[in-house]
DNA sequence: TAGATAATTAGATAAATATCTAAATATCTA
DNA sequence: TAGATATTTAGATATTTATCTAATTATCTA
């Protein structure tokens, strides 16, 4: 059974950071790039995207002035395994 | 693009609310049974039935005195889907 | 119908969280 | 090195949420 951390659900909880892992998975993006897609502050999405590299949804990288983001796949795959459990039914009267 | 409510990803953001979910892939529960599994009030427990009922992830019906919860495959089914979207490269300069 | 059992609703409270402004840090370039 | 740009950190605040106790509703049965 896969185990995935309470922070990885909290961090999905929240529209704005699926908005960036939408985004992501059309292209790695830097900050900049992310922030200019909402109507937010910028502090506010770091604070997004804190959350996201925390639970480890987002991997990020320095290139010069700016810090690029992108979509830790890996855990994305694991998160489908996660749910992919529920539907194995593993109780007894139901094996046919 | 599957849409799923953001009630779902907020239900599914408490550790008790998943561990029901869990307990329900084995096999339909009473409220009470349900309870039982937890060191938590009643209370606790039938507000977490609440969210996950309201968010549609579960699914009751009265018994006699009991009322039976059971896991909605369809929307874990669709979970797993808006999440296997994500594995869908759609940028153009990653197509080969 | 009275009492017992199952479950929810109501109301209160402490903790967590999303957002903002202001300040700090890191990097580039003239 | 000074100024500009990119990003984060700090600190404050309003809202949301998880939990509890007490009360209510629904059902069964003697």
Redesign the pocket.
């Known amino acids: 059974m896969i185990f995935i951390q309470n922070e990885v659900f909290?961090a999905l909880?929240?529209p704005?950071r699926r908005q960036i892992l939408k985004l992501l998975s059309s292209g790695d993006m830097?900050?900049?790039?992310i922030?200019r897609c909402f109507?937010?502050?910028?502090?506010?999405?770091?604070?997004?995207?804190?959350?996201l590299k925390a639970a480890g949804l987002i991997l990020?990288e320095?290139r010069?002035?700016?810090?690029?983001y992108s979509l830790n796949m890996t855990l994305v795959q694991d998160i489908i395994r996660w749910f992919f459990d529920f539907t194995k039914n593993d109780s007894e009267e139901e094996r046919s």
Chains 1, 2 share one sequence.
């Open positions: 909290k909880a929240d704005t830097s900050a900049g790039d922030a109507d937010m502050t910028k502090p506010s999405i770091s604070h997004h995207l804190g959350i990020d320095r010069g002035q700016n810090i690029i």
